[in-house]
């Protein structure tokens, strides 16, 4: 059996998100989410661990195709690390840490008004 990474090529609204999850385009995904201008990711991280490591490779990879970084860190807010967000300046992006609910909400906004907008979604339970 192959396991290949989730990606979804498209952009889409969450319709739902909570039990550890997202649903979106008519499918569901358990576990975190970067939703960018190439698609929507599963991605690694966890409430107990919203930063670090590899997990931005690809925000900075694409940060030329959109302006706007819509973080949602968990069921509460968290603060970026000082060197992330010094980073995120760096390349041109600005981001805002919110409550993944919030984030998700934000994120609806701004994809129904074609805002350059990306989002990485913390899943909650």
Known sequence: M???QAHFPGRAPIEA????????????????????PSGIY?????PESPF????????????E????LIYGTGP???RLPPALA????????????????AAVRTFNV?????RPVAAALVAID
């Not at 997202?22 to 358990?30: K, L, N, V």
């Open 2 to 4: 192959e396991v290949r």
């Open 17 to 36: 998100y909570g039990n550890g999850g997202f649903r979106f385009a008519e499918m569901s995904h358990r576990g975190s989410l970067l939703c960018l």
């Open 42 to 46: 599963g991605w690694d991280a966890t």
């Open 52 to 63: 670090g490591g590899d997990r931005f490779d690809l925000i900075f990879k694409e940060a």
């Open 65 to 68: 195709s959109f302006r706007f």
């Open 76 to 78: 509460d807010i968290r």
């Open 86 to 101: 010094a980073r995120l300046r760096q390349a041109g992006l600005s981001c805002d840490p919110m409550s993944t609910g």
């Open 110 to 114: 701004m994809v129904a008004e074609n």
